[in-house]
């Protein structure tokens, strides 16, 4: 009876709440779950085929995010396939080709400020000997279809829960605290793998972003995506550098900078700069 009644401290609760507040709610039957299960306008990922069991919306939302836990189902069975593509050309190449292996996996824009690259890709696997299969299948497909400079790696979890804990670590026991914890939650919760298709509306906005990203930070290749190198993102400045300097040494823009500035009043408010009036010259005779 005391030890239930102590899950009920000041932080949890303030915890529940905001889940609460954020898109979750009590069901009839005493379950908390998300008021609207489904994908996200706002993701910058394309999934070419989901994780069945990963169900990532409890574990890392609510488990990890939430209540500080790494849970025992990520360091048990979480490893992932990580590519990097080098630039967003390479992302495209990299969403063309992924279908073909045949493995659940996303690619898109990494948005984490604490990741080395702004494009990515992710294949999930249930266990180190299924990661090392997908390893090996997505090694092979990037080499052939796009380039053996790109990198792949193989690791476990999520790289929130390594900077936490080195994930070859993980196999450590929880603590009891942790583990009471893990199996509260989970009698309260009922996320499941939240099911969801990606319209093709959705993925071509997607995919607008990751030009828009490509466009913001200096990479180049996105001109080879669109048709002519089309600036579709915004507007081009009006530039001044190439206009003849007049005698000063300042573009000539009609207006005269010499003139004196008169000091703001009821009077005068709204009035432009002081054109400069320029006297006809005389023709030659005398």
Known sequence: MWRDLTFWNRENKAKLSQLLSRGYHICSDGKIRPRQPGGSFDTPWVFVKRAA????SFWHEIVFS???????FCRAFCHKVVAKPRNVKELFQ??????????PGKCGVDRRDYTSAPYAAYWYANSMSQGREYYGIVRKGIDEGISPDISVILKKGCTEMEAVLDSDR????MTPHDQEMEMRLEDMFDVGNIEFTQSDWLKSKIKHDWLKTAYAIGDPTWKELVPGGLDIFGFQPVTYHQLPDNEKGKPNLGIDEDAPVVPASKHNLGRTPRQKQVKPQSKGGG
């Open 66 to 72: 939430t209540f500080g836990i790494i849970p025992s």
């Open 94 to 103: 990299l969403l063309e080709i992924m279908p073909s292996f045949g493995i």
């Open 170 to 173: 993980w196999h450590e026991a």
């Open 53 to 56: 069991c990963h169900n990532c």
